[in-house]
Nanobody, 123 residues
C-alpha cells in the first residue's frame, strides 16, 4: 500500500520561499506520477503541480507558473514542491498525491493521497 507523508509547511511572509516534501513508500516510486494539490478554507481542492511517472513532463496551474517547481528525487523516493514569491492567496493545506503510470496532468485521477501540510502566507 502506497503511503505519502508531507512535510515542510509553515508560516511565512509574502515574498518568502518554502520547499514542501512528500516521502513516498510502499510501492515502486519510479512507476508513479506525483501531484501537489491545495485546499484553502471554504474552497474546493485544486491541482497545483504534477510530474509524470517518467519525470520528464510537468504541469502547473496558471497561478503558480514561474513561481513553483515540482521535482522527483529517485534516491530519496521523495517529491518536492519548491515555492517562491509566495502570496497570501497561496495559503492552504497542501496535499501530495500519487497515480501509477500517470501523466501528472491536472485532469488525472490520483489514487493515493497524503494527510496534508499547512502553508500560511501573511501579508
Amino acid at each position: 500500500q502506497v503511503q505519502l507523508v508531507e512535510s515542510g509547511g509553515g508560516l511565512v511572509q509574502a515574498g518568502a520561499s518554502l520547499r514542501l516534501s512528500c516521502a513516498f513508500s510502499g510501492g515502486a516510486f519510479n512507476n508513479y506520477a506525483l501531484g501537489w494539490f491545495r485546499q484553502a478554507p471554504g474552497m474546493e481542492r485544486e491541482f497545483v503541480a504534477g510530474i509524470n511517472w517518467r519525470g520528464d513532463s510537468k504541469d502547473y496551474v496558471d497561478s503558480v507558473k514561474g513561481r513553483f517547481t515540482i521535482s522527483k528525487d529517485y534516491v530519496k523516493n521523495t517529491v518536492y514542491l519548491q515555492m517562491t514569491s509566495l502570496k497570501p492567496d497561496d495559503t492552504a493545506v497542501y496535499y501530495c498525491a500519487a497515480d501509477r503510470w500517470g501523466s501528472g496532468s491536472s485532469g488525472e485521477s490520483y489514487e493515493y493521497w497524503g494527510q496534508g501540510t499547512q502553508v500560511t502566507v501573511s501579508s
